[in-house]
Nanobody, 124 residues
Framework: QVQLVESGGGSVQAGGSLRLSCVVS????????MGWFRQAPGKEREGVAT???????TYAGSVKGRFTISQDNAKNSLYLQMNSLKLEDTATYYC??????????????????WGQGTQVTVSS
């Protein structure tokens, strides 16, 4: 059974930083593309960042230069370092796992497994 468990969300002031973690079990971690997505109230889910099986990363334009996706294969963990947080980054963040070597950021429907989400709230 594949499980993804996120942690690290919380409340932070604008300009601050948070690091999200996602521990994955029951899944061959390093062979497939994984990603971070977010959904704000009243908005559609959007892709934030992906890391493919070769370690190449892709970012949404709104977070590029501020967020960094990484993984630790030994710990079966996916991370999202978020710096210079803005009010518009407020959302529930989800990690997701696919069975593809690469998945375009906009194709969230191709991910097979999702975590339960962790809330990030940025205040002024």
């Amino acid at each position: 059974q594949v499980q993804l468990v996120e942690s690290g969300g919380g409340s932070v002031q604008a300009g601050g930083s948070l690091r999200l973690s996602c521990v994955v079990s029951g899944y061959t971690f390093s062979r497939y593309c994984m990603g971070w997505f977010r959904q704000a109230p009243g908005k559609e889910r959007e892709g934030v960042a992906t890391i493919d099986r070769y370690g190449s990363t892709t970012y949404a334009g709104s977070v590029k230069g501020r967020f960094t996706i990484s993984q630790d294969n030994a710990k079966n963990s996916l991370y999202l370092q978020m710096n210079s947080l803005k009010l518009e980054d407020t959302a529930t963040y989800y990690c997701a796992a696919s069975y593809a070597a690469f998945v375009p950021l906009r194709e969230g429907y191709r991910y097979a497994y999702w975590g339960q989400g962790t809330q990030v709230t940025v205040s002024s």
